[in-house]
């Protein structure tokens, strides 16, 4: 997408030299083609030579933004902050944000990936960085914020990134994963037709929220004949919630 984008701005460009017969800005026009092909690959060697001609050039930035996306894991991460600060609007900018949150997360730099998560991602509705941050307030000591997010990433009714695993490892082996936190998810999963993730629940838990989650899921296929045997509305296995989930299929 970003390469489609960035082509098509060189066309523009392209047109706007043919004609104005401008032939300095279309020889830098090839210029920069041959250059971003190099920056792609990290090899700024290569694009050095180019630098003189593409002086002025208006994606000249683009450029430095491609060459920092392809080599974050070598940059310091004082090149990157710089850049990223003089080319905030850049349209590449979000992209080589994201690519260096990601090495940072990768090379176990918690603190730094904390200050960008909360910078430009904390309400972002990114749940894989979420989970992320999640495990660096972990990491960095703060319990309070470990907890009360891992919390949020765990109360919902469906599968989480993989990234949340080691969050909820770790929520289970500090005692603070409660059965009580369990069973509320597995209601959640229930009301959203997740029996997948349900019954994977209700194995943590014991065999009568196994069959449970299989009477919902007979809700699901069979809600007329369901409706009309006794079980869901007397006795140990009333289940209000199966009820009204069943009158409306």
Not at 133 to 148: L, P, S, V
Not at 150 to 157: E, N, Q, S
Request: charged share 30%; aromatic share 8%.
């Amino acid at each position: 997408m970003q390469r489609r984008l960035i082509l098509l701005v060189l066309s523009l460009l392209g047109a706007t030299a043919a004609s104005g017969s401008d032939a300095d800005l279309e020889k830098q026009r090839g210029a920069f083609r041959d250059a971003w092909i190099e920056a792609e690959r990290g090899d700024w060697r290569a694009v050095q030579p180019r630098l003189d001609e593409l002086e002025g050039y208006p994606l000249l930035p683009d450029l430095e933004a491609v060459y920092f996306r392809a080599t974050v894991k070598q940059q310091p991460n004082a090149n990157i902050e710089r850049f990223l600060a003089t080319n905030e609007t850049l349209w590449i900018a979000p992209s080589l944000r994201l690519r260096w949150i990601n090495s940072l997360a990768q090379r176990n730099d918690w603190q730094r990936f904390l200050e960008v998560y909360r910078s430009h991602y904390a309400d972002a509705g990114n749940t894989r960085l979420d989970c992320v941050a999640t495990e660096a307030m972990a990491q960095t000591g703060d319990a309070g914020g470990f907890a009360r997010e891992a919390r949020r990433l765990w109360l919902v009714g469906i599968s989480q990134p993989k990234e949340c695993d080691s969050v909820f490892s770790r929520l289970r082996e500090t005692g603070q994963l409660t059965d009580d936190l369990v069973l509320q998810r597995l209601d959640l999963a229930l009301e959203a037709e997740q029996f997948g993730l349900a019954a994977y629940l209700a194995r943590q838990l014991d065999d009568a929220q196994l069959q449970r989650v299989k009477r919902w899921q007979r809700m699901r296929d069979r809600p007329e004949t369901e409706l009309a045997t006794p079980k869901p509305l007397r006795g140990a296995d009333r289940d209000p919630a199966l009820v009204i989930y069943g009158l409306d299929r």
